[in-house]
Nanobody, 122 residues
Framework: QVQLVESGGGLVQTGGSLRLTCAAS????????VGWYREAPGKQRELVAA???????NYADSVKGRFTISRDNTKNTSFLQMDSLKPEDTAVYYC????????????????WGQGTQVTVSS
């Protein structure tokens, strides 16, 4: 079994910073692309940032220059550093990862975390 757990969300004022962490655990062989998504009330879930196993990154236009995705492959952990936060960044942030499990029943699947709330006050 594989589990993703996000942490680091909270309430911050406009212009502030938060760092989200996503820790993967379980029978993991390797992790391919990791991504951070967000879902605001009344809106569809959208991709915020993604990083391949080779280090290639992709950002939504709305967060370019403010957010930075990174990962620590030795700890199966990814991070989303969010700076210069704006009220429109308020949402539940979800971690997503494409993971290949180990063992006899090894397979590659995409997994989601439970989400962490980020609220930016004006």
């Amino acid at each position: 079994q594989v589990q993703l757990v996000e942490s680091g969300g909270g309430l911050v004022q406009t212009g502030g910073s938060l760092r989200l962490t996503c820790a993967a655990s379980g029978t993991i062989f390797n992790i391919n692309t990791v991504g951070w998504y967000r879902e605001a009330p009344g809106k569809q879930r959208e991709l915020v940032a993604a990083m391949t196993s080779g280090g290639t990154t992709n950002y939504a236009d709305s967060v370019k220059g403010r957010f930075t995705i990174s990962r620590d492959n030795t700890k199966n952990t990814s991070f989303l550093q969010m700076d210069s936060l704006k009220p429109e960044d308020t949402a539940v942030y979800y971690c997503n990862a494409e993971i290949r499990t180990s063992g006899f029943w090894a397979r590659t699947s995409r997994y989601w975390g439970q989400g962490t709330q980020v609220t930016v006050s004006s």
